[in-house]
C-alpha cells in the first residue's frame, strides 16, 4: 500500500477531532498559526537544504524573502542550480554549516541523511569544507530579520556558535530537535529548548513528531522557536 493510501486509511479511521489534531501537527500548519501574529523575514537561511524541497514548500508563507539554501552534499548540486535558475530570490552554498571556515567530516552514505562531526572518527567519511552562517549572511549582504531552518542531524550546536550575530536579529528558528541522542554533542530537545531560552527564544509551536518503528518511542519533531519578548508570551492564561 502507498503512503497516499495508508494516510487516506488512517485519516478514514479517525474521529473529526482527531482528523484535525492530525492536520495541526503538519509544518503547513504551524508556519500559517507562526505568519497569521504578523511575523516578519526578509531571509531565510535553509540549513541541511538538500534538494530545496523545503525551501519551495514554504515560499509562500514568505513571498517576499531572500533564500540561502546551506548543503553539503556534492550530490545534490544539480538539484540544487535548477532550483535557484527557477527561483531568482535564491542562491545556494555547497558547504557544511559549522562554527567558523574550515573543513569536517561528513558521514554521506544517505543522501538525505548525513552526519556531520569535527573529527575522523570512522572509516567512510569525506573532508567537506565548512562555513559559517554569519560569515554567508554577511559577504551575501542579506538582510534580516532572518528565519533559519535546521535540519543537520545533531550539529546544532557548532552552527549557532557560528551564527551569533544572525541570531541577534533572528525573528524564527525551525529546528529538528530529537529525544535521543543522535550524535557526539548533540542536545536532547528539551535541553535544546533551554540553550535557546538562554539565547532569547521560546518554542511558539511544533510539527511533523516522528515515532521509532521499533518501539513508537518518540524520535524527533520540528520545534518553531520565536523572539522570548513577544507579546503572547505575556498573556499567562489559556483563553
Known amino acids: 500500500m502507498g503512503l497516499q493510501k495508508i494516510a487516506r486509511f488512517v485519516l478514514d479511521k479517525m474521529d473529526w477531532n482527531e482528523r484535525m489534531s492530525f492536520v495541526a501537527?503538519?509544518?503547513?500548519?504551524?508556519?500559517?498559526?507562526?505568519?497569521?501574529?504578523?511575523?516578519?523575514?526578509?531571509?531565510?537561511?535553509?540549513?541541511?537544504?538538500?534538494?530545496?524541497?523545503w525551501s519551495e514548500s514554504v515560499m509562500s508563507y514568505f513571498p517576499g524573502a531572500k533564500f540561502l539554501l546551506i548543503?553539503?552534499?556534492?550530490?545534490?548540486?544539480?538539484?540544487?542550480?535548477?532550483?535557484?535558475s527557477a527561483h531568482p530570490?535564491?542562491?545556494?552554498?555547497?558547504?557544511?554549516?559549522?562554527?567558523?571556515?574550515?573543513?569536517?567530516?561528513?558521514?554521506?552514505?544517505?543522501?538525505?541523511?548525513g552526519l556531520a562531526m569535527n573529527?575522523?572518527?570512522?572509516?567512510?567519511?569525506?573532508?567537506?569544507?565548512?562555513?559559517?552562517?554569519d560569515d554567508e549572511v554577511a559577504l551575501r549582504g542579506l538582510p534580516g530579520p532572518y528565519l533559519l531552518k535546521f535540519d543537520v542531524h545533531g550539529f546544532e550546536m557548532p552552527i549557532l556558535r557560528g551564527a551569533e550575530r544572525t541570531l541577534q536579529n533572528t525573528s524564527l528558528l525551525i529546528m529538528e530537535c530529537y529525544n535521543f541522542e543522535i550524535a557526539p554533542?548533540?542536545?536532547?530537545?528539551?535541553?535544546?529548548?533551554?540553550?535557546?531560552?538562554?539565547?532569547?527564544?521560546?518554542?511558539?509551536?511544533?510539527?511533523?513528531?516522528?515515532?521509532?518503528?521499533?518501539?513508537?518511542?518518540?524520535?524527533?519533531?520540528?520545534?518553531?522557536?520565536?523572539?522570548?519578548?513577544?507579546?503572547?508570551?505575556?498573556?499567562?492564561?489559556?483563553?
Open 71 to 84: 548543503e553539503a552534499q556534492t550530490t545534490h548540486k544539480a538539484d540544487l542550480k535548477r532550483f535557484v
Open 185 to 239: 554533542g548533540s542536545l536532547l530537545f528539551h535541553d535544546m529548548c533551554r540553550h535557546l531560552h538562554d539565547l532569547g527564544f521560546r518554542v511558539a509551536d511544533m510539527s511533523e513528531p516522528l515515532w521509532r518503528p521499533s518501539d513508537r518511542m518518540l524520535w524527533q519533531m520540528d520545534i518553531f522557536f520565536v523572539r522570548a519578548d513577544r507579546p503572547e508570551f505575556q498573556q499567562k492564561s489559556y483563553e
Open 25 to 53: 501537527m503538519k509544518s503547513g500548519a504551524a508556519l500559517a498559526r507562526i505568519t497569521a501574529r504578523g511575523i516578519t523575514v526578509n531571509t531565510v537561511v535553509d540549513i541541511g537544504a538538500s534538494t530545496g524541497v
Open 89 to 113: 530570490n535564491a542562491q545556494y552554498v555547497l558547504k557544511a554549516a559549522g562554527e567558523k571556515a574550515g573543513t569536517i567530516y561528513f558521514d554521506d552514505a544517505d543522501a538525505f541523511g
Open 119 to 133: 573529527e575522523s572518527a570512522r572509516e567512510g567519511l569525506v573532508e567537506v569544507p565548512v562555513c559559517s552562517i
